[in-house]
């Protein structure tokens, strides 16, 4: 009788392995969720021309408002056009504790945290806020709002393609 070929383990399977010993064991869990968890769900690439840093800044809004509104709802649009993922629909499972109990029996706690402000990790804490939040800069009332678009002024049905704003030179009327 020969012996039986053994096979070795792939790096993602030892790796798998060990986040499953983890995961049975972890009284607190906490998922920190970047820009990758909604890329499958992105409808396209968000103002490739500009640097979208020096846009969502204060100074950015002093000195350009039209562009930065123009930004913005860009944003919202690529955001009302997203549906969740497979990754966005088992973490919302996981804030059920009877689904958390059958990944991390032990967890007594389970926290998402990410980046990523279109909306669909509804249970999340979201670190740079929410898109479709408002507010107003004089007093600091702050709602949610989808209408889509916010005023006449940001329609853009009649631009054509609108795949990447940040090159069109369309100013917002101030009135």
């Keep these: 009788m020969s012996p039986t070929p053994t096979t070795q383990a792939t790096e993602e399977e030892i790796l798998l392995r060990v986040f499953q010993a983890a995961t049975r064991t972890a009284q607190h869990v906490i998922v920190i969720a970047g820009a990758g968890l909604s890329a499958a769900s992105d409808g396209g690439g968000l103002w490739r021309s500009l640097d979208a840093t020096s846009l969502a ?15 913005y709802h860009y944003r ?88 990447d704003a940040g090159s069109k030179e369309v100013d917002i009327p101030e009135s």
């Design 57 to 71: 800044t204060p100074s950015a809004s002093a000195t350009n408002p039209s562009l930065v509104w123009q930004f």
């Design 76 to 163: 919202r649009v690529k955001a009302f056009e997203t549906r969740p993922n497979k990754a966005h629909n088992l973490l919302a499972k996981l804030s059920v504790p009877s689904f958390l109990k059958t990944v991390a029996p032990a967890a007594k706690t389970y926290h998402l945290i990410t980046q990523n402000v279109d909306g669909l990790s509804t249970t999340a804490l979201q670190m740079h806020g929410r898109i479709f939040n408002v507010k107003c800069t004089e007093c600091d009332y702050c709602a949610k709002d989808l209408s889509n678009p916010l005023c006449p002024s940001l329609d853009v049905s009649n631009i054509g393609s609108y795949h």
